[in-house]
């Protein structure tokens, strides 16, 4: 009954309370969309396994190391596979189409990447043909390639014109996985070098290595390390998860600024209900003063408050979250370069819920605190 | 100050030494000046006296929705200005009915959920909620009405509603603030004969502050409040 009460006076001004929910609901679909945006950079790191490792050259990562190392570090005891390629930053047609490609040894690059699935057809083609390539399925979708196509790369790190044959395109093993890659064989890049510019031959920009169990890996790290101690070149070995970190701290100043504006997002709309709940609370005093008179305590007006504003909160959220979906499902069509997965997660729902529940609560704090407190009689002044 | 009140029956309510004064400001406005008296069960007092002598806050003081600053209000025996707010708030939930000059009622709840409002603090079923409420509603001659929202609803219908809610949980003594003065002629007899009904069929008490003439005349004793004291 007193719920009856409470949903009958959430919906008493009916525009008034849509403009609020609508509010809420837009607030709420603004502060998902954001941190699944910032949850999608952090994505990329949680993705990458704790059992591989990255080795570069310590100076940067501008710097390759001597393709001579791969049988050092394989003799390093718990390296169990080790793969090695080069960021090649190849452009298709123009800068507009961005998207990630490198040269990999294939054989082993694909063992220890088992996440990037390709049929044993595609697999062989790919290992045996030294202008293979592979393209992620989003990425081939996008451009309407198919097996066999060729495709060409305007080199940049690398110059000149690249020419690649598609001979497979992979899928992901898990939702989240990057579909957007491109990666080719190393030997063409390696060969190509020799021919025109030796010094920048046999030369690999990463080494990736695959440990036995993940708790060899820092032991691993520091083993790699040490063998290349006082060498021409030194390296930095790191989990692929420090690593891709790396990348991201790049940008984290950016991150940072969107989480901040999710969350001031979410306090304008704090401050805009709680104005529309003081408003309406100010008008309804005579009722709660009648309500105190009949017997009704304190903790029943302030309920009675802070339900309705729960309420239309709630209501306003739910309607956020679900806009969410569709919102994020357009991002991702628009932006599939730079987003290859645009996947709300359930911990931003859980957040998007938190968030209006404390938008009601907030909102209604200082009027329920009023109408609980006000004396009856100047209450039932307020009448006529 | 000698009374019919007095006169054999018992008292239900009664005053001592009151006094009650407002702050605004940093000026004090004296209100009520050492009122007493007493009332007689089964009363029906009308309260009279120009605008400003204090009635509504006199009558807020017996209801208990005021504090008082000295003197002492026995109800029933009980003294209730040594209550606390919540200790206050059940006692008046089981003593007192309130009927109102612009009824409060509730206008998102009909006439039936209206009347139903006090017995949510009752602990009563669903089922003799409802016995309780068709009962009153019989009684105030509203019960083909129920469904209705006070929007839906005349004036005097209104004011039969709020005192239906008033006596639902069966208190017995009725305070009522000017309950006719929003009402035409018509519909503020049917309310004054529906009070005196419920004095003298169901032993009421009520105290009724009034400035029309007609309906004190309903009403068994007349006092007057003149500048916060009480004369005649
Ligand atoms: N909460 C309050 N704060 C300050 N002054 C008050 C307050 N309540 C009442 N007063 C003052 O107390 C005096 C008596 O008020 P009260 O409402 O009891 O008069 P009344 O006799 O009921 O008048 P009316 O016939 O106009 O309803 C008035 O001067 C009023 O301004
Ligand atoms: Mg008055």
Redesign the interface.
Known sequence: ??F??II??AF?HKLRSLLTILGVAIAILAFGLLRTLVGLWYLGVEQSSATRLVTRNAISLVFPLPISYKDRIRQIEGVKLISYGNWFGGIYINEKNFFPNFAVEPQSYLELYPEFVLTPEQKNAFIHDQRGAVAGRKLAEKYGWKVGDTITLKGTIFPGQWTFVLRGIYRGAQKNTDETQFFFNWKYLNETMKRTVPRRADQAGFYMIGVQKPELAAQVAQAVDATFKNSLAETLTETERAFQLGFVSMTEAILIAIEIVSYVVIVIIMVVAANTMAMTARERI??YA?????????RHIAGVIFGESVVIALIGGVIGIILTFPAAHGIQEQLSQFFPVFHVSSMTVYLDLAASLGVGITASIFPAWRGATI???DG?RR?? | MRSEAAEGRTVIVSIEGLSKSYRRGNQIIPVLQDVSFTIAEGEFLALMGPSGSGKSTLLNLIAGIDKVDTGSILVGGADITSLSEAELASWRAIHVGFIFQFYNLMPVLTAFENVELPLLLTGLGRKERREHVEMVLNVVGLADRMDHYPSQLSGGQQQRVAIARAIVTDPEILVADEPTGDLDRASAEDVLTLMDNLVHEFGKTIIMVTHDPRAAEKAHLIRHLEKGFLSQ
């Open positions: 009954m007193l009856k009460l009958r006076n008493r005579a009722e009648t309500m105190k008179t009949l017997g009704f305590g304190a004396p009856i009689a039932l009448i006529g």
